[in-house]
């Protein structure tokens, strides 16, 4: 059970990391124009609409990389070909996505995409990683 625990912590924390160094890049590509004031919310709603589509599909491209991220780790952490680690990670990725999605004002095709990306792609990080585990076993269970 802790391993389970680690396994979703750890990939949770990789996921974050790639995310959070895939939207630097994507903001030095778009630079932002001006300072979001927290105590004018209209100013929010502005500065995102006038952000050129560009720097939401670099959003969700970065989404989607790190919960493929975050299911690979976990799936690492806990070696076995057990898809639940993977897709708790990627079921906090997509909470963290909402949180984000509530504090920030987005058009309605970013919302949908965004809260669709997550747990599919962290599935394939499990996937990719979970049959490293399955052919291993197998393996073992020939030469026993």
Do not use: C
Request: proline share 4%; no cysteine; net charge positive.
């Amino acid at each position: 059970m802790l391993r389970k625990i680690i396994a979703v912590i750890f990939g949770f924390a990789a996921g974050v990391t790639i995310i959070a160094l895939m939207e630097t890049l994507g903001w030095m590509l778009y630079p932002a124009g001006h300072e979001i004031s927290l105590k004018d919310p209209s100013s929010g709603a502005t500065y995102f609409s006038a952000l050129p589509d560009g720097v939401f599909y670099i959003v969700l491209i970065s989404w989607a990389f790190g919960s493929i991220t975050a299911g690979m780790v976990s799936t690492l952490v806990i070696r076995k070909n057990n898809r639940f680690p993977a897709l708790i990670a990627g079921l906090l990725l997509m909470l963290s996505g909402i949180i984000n999605m509530i504090m920030m004002p987005h058009s309605a095709w970013f919302i949908v995409s965004g809260i669709l990306i997550f747990l599919p792609f962290s599935y394939i990080g499990y996937k990719l990683t979970g049959k490293k585990f399955s052919q291993s076993n197998n393996i073992r269970a020939k030469t026993k």
